[in-house]
């Protein structure tokens, strides 16, 4: 499945009830804890919004203490300083390139344009330096750079009636972006590249088709970690695959987020988390007995991310916030909303930046095109 | 009004009659035409022809009338959708001499798509007036009206048009007129590139492309006099073009090959009879009309955003009318009473790759009865009308409307009217049965339904005039297509959406060589759950324009037209920047019919506006044109 992000550009787009300590930003109490040893549910005040964003933002990273918004349906990338609660232009990317995903390191950042197969090669200041362009990218979407190489993730969607054809990962020679080659992924739509510890984690979300409710996945899932050798095109591979029989609303990967060894992936198509051991690099809470965000007959779309502690996942479809405790695998208090209207306004990609008081996550509303912040204490 | 009344009980003329010729000394384009059956109703006139010569569409006179919002999407011959009174293009109609030419699918009528030939007015139809309109007009409606030569004699016309973006055009009139008969055929052809350049949100020149349009049109109209006491009307357009459909600004490429095609033919014939029963203190008037029309598109795009699957959507639509109607006065009093039919089919099909993913194929037959009934006075007029509307075929349902409105005249130079309706609008066929895999109708839609209400002055002079009026429309199970999920767009019901605001207006005639006009209109539209502004809807708009002939030949023309920022999403957060648009015109006139003409929109260059997100518009246009008329 493709994102909202070039949905929208095809087609063309809770109430609170406790008391605010801040005049007009809802808030909640702290809660219990859902572990026995576990963290108590945190008191939270938000959302508060902070930033328009641009139409159709797809992903956000923190970048320097700022965060840096991929705004697919604007060509753009939008830098939001949490310090000075200003919006600056970044990057306009050009026309016809409908961006994806970022990657930095310490010399450039690297943005992957689904709609023109390229990948954009911008200092940190975002002036763009090249732009590498290359048939082997088919729809480039993830991306991931190490010490040796720069990682795209081409996920070969091919139509609404064609579906996918088999996604495959695009390695580049850091040194002086050349093609190296390109190793097929283990499973469809590789969606998602990220580093963690050295390693690539390799998102494959599996294809996707649409019943009466929306999508739902029509292929296995997987995630893969690849862990580099003298050939780049030969690194180690463990492979933890979310099985998929039938068309069903489970697997689905999405990003990974770690902690406490284990990588939580919500799923793009089911209101589900799974939970994997990067020791055995086996799942712990497969698609037989995932952690169940909430219940709904309906398609579903998460993001996850973490700050060390717990984890929040976004539920695009409800526009909330859950958290889990990494503890125990089980959520902590009641889902927390994220948007302030009665339409869906997309709770999608988020960051979570630790404060001197406790976590403040910032999460994109896809639809509403703006930028909130929750607070945790 | 209480002129316009007096006359109506004086000499029982066929108050359908009067409505198709408005008294020219009324025929401003501010001042507020009474239309027989609305007596109260805020309904004006603007005066479009010859907008060809000066490289205008149909939608561009309409900035003369208060309470209309225009939604350009590019450049001369693009779609142009208009709302009336915060409301949204699908939530009013749009017909041609009377009979409905809009149809239930799509954005809402594209006033773009569309050539002038032989139309020469648009009535605007404000709120509760539109309730004449029936089905369909929950804010307001547009009649495009045509009209023949009033005198015996013949007059032929020509013109040819020059101007940016490699526009060319030509247009030609026949009119001929004797005791009994009167006959016009007007056709027009006009071909643009279309491309220009413009200023993206990040400061960026790019160029429009796949902006370029070919249209061509023939309206015919005919008038007779069937006796002493009756006439007939026929009017017949053939109408057909095809143009690119650009996408985004900011995915141009992606789109670069799409393009529309479309064809309308239309055709209507009317009768009024006069004083067909007269039994001294009572006298009955009948009108009948019949009207059919057809119209196809093809979009077609050879590589779609999602994949590199080629895209073909067609649709038909036809339709067939029936109108009968009678027209009683009885001292003070007077009714109507009308039955109207109509049977629509439409047939969609969208094909990926020769492939049809989805086809939608519906009817609906609509009969709906209006009775009315106006009490006049010196003073006084009070008018109340329930109009029963019953669908079937695809859907089946009715809808029961009442109006009524009122209009005071103390005197001759000020007068207040007030109106409030039930309007109602049932979904359109794509809203209930779009089936694509991520843009979905929803075939458990209620229809919209409305409270619309107005009341305002008018004031007049000898050579002024100037009123304003205070406009709210309450609407119910709004329509509209949001998504319900990360995946799907889908046709849902809006409860609770409010627009109100004040229009006012004013004309000022300073001396036969100078003439000043002026609107200003203020509307709030809302959802009742958000203070934010619907997006495209303006807060504020308004248009200054003056007219100047400071000798017999020649002809000046200037205007200041505009609007503040919109809301580009249903949150208040994207916004489009307000703009200002400086446009003017010169006309030397000879006496041996020649006229040319230097028509500038735009003139200060400002290629940054837009209407829509990523839709910018063009910056200074410049179009010439030469007219030869002989008119003995």
């Known amino acids: 499945m493709r994102s909202i992000a070039l949905i929208s550009v095809i087609l063309s787009s809770v109430v609170w009830g406790c008391s605010a300590d801040v005049p007009g930003i809802p808030s909640g109490p702290e809660g219990p804890a859902a572990c026995l040893d576990g963290p108590l549910a945190a008191g939270w005040s938000g959302p508060e919004k902070v930033a328009v964003t641009g139409p159709a933002v797809n992903v956000l990273h923190e970048f320097e203490g700022d965060i840096l918004m991929v705004v697919s349906q604007d060509n753009t990338l939008i830098r939001y300083s949490p310090m000075t609660g200003r919006t600056s232009l970044f990057a306009d990317l050009g026309n016809d390139r409908g961006p994806y995903d970022l990657a930095f390191d310490d010399e450039f950042i690297f943005v992957t344009n689904y709609l023109s197969s390229s990948v954009s090669v911008l200092d940190r200041n975002g002036g763009l330096i090249r732009e590498i362009e290359n048939p082997n990218f088919d729809g480039p979407s993830g991306v991931a750079v190490s010490d040796r190489a720069l990682y795209v993730s081409n996920v070969d969607y091919l139509g609404l009636e064609e579906g996918y054809g088999d996604g495959h990962i695009t390695v580049i020679d850091r040194s002086d972006f050349s093609i190296l080659g390109e190793i097929s992924t283990a499973a469809k739509n590789p969606q998602y590249l990220t580093m963690h510890d050295g390693d690539l984690f390799v998102s494959d979300t599996g294809a996707f088709g649409f019943d009466d409710l929306g999508a739902g996945a029509t292929s296995d899932g997987a995630i893969e970690r690849w862990t580099e050798e003298e050939d780049l095109l030969q690194p180690t591979r463990a492979v933890a695959v979310l099985p998929v029989e039938t068309p069903s609303r489970s697997a689905s990967p999405g990003r990974p987020a770690f902690v406490n060894g284990k990588a939580y992936v919500a799923s793009a198509s089911a209101p589900e988390v799974y939970v994997l051991d990067l020791g055995s690099f086996e799942w712990v809470r497969g698609v037989e007995n995932p952690i169940v965000l909430y219940a709904t007959d309906r398609d579903a779309l998460h993001h996850i991310v973490t700050d060390g502690q717990v984890v929040y996942v976004s539920a695009f479809n409800e526009d909330t916030i859950s958290r889990i405790d990494p503890s125990c695998d089980e959520m902590l208090g009641e889902p927390i909303a994220a948007g302030f209207d009665e339409l869906l306004e997309g709770a999608h990609s988020m960051v979570a930046v630790k404060t001197t008081d406790g976590t403040d996550l910032f999460v994109a509303l896809s639809l509403a095109n703006s930028l909130v912040r929750i607070s945790f204490q | ?632």
């Open chain 2, 1 to 632: 009004m209480r002129t316009f009344i007096g006359l109506i009980l004086a000499i029982h003329v066929p108050l359908a009659a009067l409505a198709a010729e408005p008294n020219e000394s009324v025929t401003t384009h501010a001042q507020p035409l009474p239309d027989a059956r609305v007596p109260s109703g805020f309904i004006s006139d603007v005066d479009v022809q010859g907008r060809f010569l000066d490289g205008q569409g149909v939608a561009d006179g309409l900035t003369q009338i208060p309470g209309v919002s225009l939604q350009h999407q590019s450049s001369l011959g693009q779609p142009v959708f208009a709302r009336i009174r915060g409301g949204n293009p699908r939530q009013m109609t749009v017909s041609l001499d009377g009979y409905e030419i809009s149809a239930p699918f799509g954005a809402g009528f594209d006033l773009g798509g569309l050539t002038l030939s032989g139309v020469d007015q648009i009535r605007v139809y404000r709120g509760a007036a539109a309730i004449v309109n029936g089905a369909g007009a929950l804010t307001g409606a547009l009649d495009l009206r045509s009209s023949t030569r009033k005198k015996p004699g013949f007059s032929r016309r020509a013109g040819v048009l020059l101007g940016s973006y490699s526009t060319r055009g030509l247009t030609v009139d026949g009119d001929f007129a004797n005791q009994t008969s009167a006959f016009r055929v007007s056709a027009q052809a006009r071909e643009s590139l279309g491309d220009f350049e413009f200023i993206d949100p990040q400061g960026i020149k790019h160029t429009r492309v796949n902006n370029g349009h070919r249209r061509v049109g023939v309206m015919a109209t005919g008038e007779r006099a069937l006796g002493a006491r009756a006439k007939g009307r026929v009017t017949a357009l053939w109408d057909a073009g095809t143009r690119g459909a650009a996408g985004p600004s900011e995915f141009q490429q992606q789109l670069s090959q799409a393009s529309i095609e479309d064809q309308r033919v239309v055709a209507t014939g009317r009768t009024d009879q006069r004083s067909t029963l007269d039994l001294g203190s009572l006298s009955i008037d009948t009108h009948q009309q019949v009207g059919s029309q057809w119209r196809s598109m093809t979009y077609t795009n050879p590589s779609s955003l999602l994949g590199s699957t080629p895209i073909v959507n067609t649709s038909d639509f036809s339709s067939l009318s029936g109108i009968a109607g009678a027209a009683g006065y009885m001292g003070g009093l007077s009714f109507r009473l009308q039955y109207e039919g109509t049977h629509a089919e439409y047939q969609a099909d969208e094909s990926r790759s020769g492939r049809v993913s989805s086809r939608i194929q519906a009817k609906r037959t609509e009969n709906a009865l209006a009775a009315s009934a106006e009490y006049t006075t010196d003073v006084w007029s009070l008018m109340a009308g329930l109009r029963t509307e019953i669908l079937s075929g695809s859907r089946d349902e009715s809808a029961v409307l009442p109006s009524v409105g009122v209009a005071w005249s103390p005197a001759a130079w000020f007068s207040v009217r007030s109106n409030v309706a039930r309007t109602y609008r049932a979904p359109d066929f794509d809203e209930l049965y779009l089936d694509l895999e991520t843009v979905r109708g929803n075939p458990n839609l209620h229809s919209e339904r409305a409270w619309t209400m107005d009341v305002g002055p008018e004031i007049s002079g000898s050579r002024w005039h100037a009123g304003a009026a205070y406009f709210e429309n309450r609407m119910n199970a709004v329509i509209l297509f949001l998504p319900v999920s990360s995946t799907v767009i889908e046709a849902t019901n809006l409860d609770g959406v409010t627009s109100r605001g004040l229009e006012s207006w004013a004309d000022w005639k300073l001396s036969p060589q100078l003439s000043l006009a002026a609107n200003y209109t203020l509307t709030r539209s809302y959802r009742n759950d958000s203070e934010d502004q619907v997006p495209h809807q303006p807060m504020h708009e308004g248009r200054v324009g003056t007219r100047i002939s400071p000798i017999s030949w020649l002809d000046l023309s200037a205007e200041l037209h505009g609007h503040s920022q919109t809301n580009l999403d249903n949150f208040g957060n994207l916004k489009a920047p307000g703009w200002v648009s400086v446009d003017a015109g010169l006309q030397l006139k000879t006496d041996l019919g020649l006229s040319l003409g230097v028509s500038a929109q735009n003139l200060v260059n400002d290629r940054s506006r837009v209407d829509g997100l990523q839709q910018p518009l063009p910056g200074r246009s410049v179009y010439m044109s030469l007219q030869v008329a002989e008119q003995p």
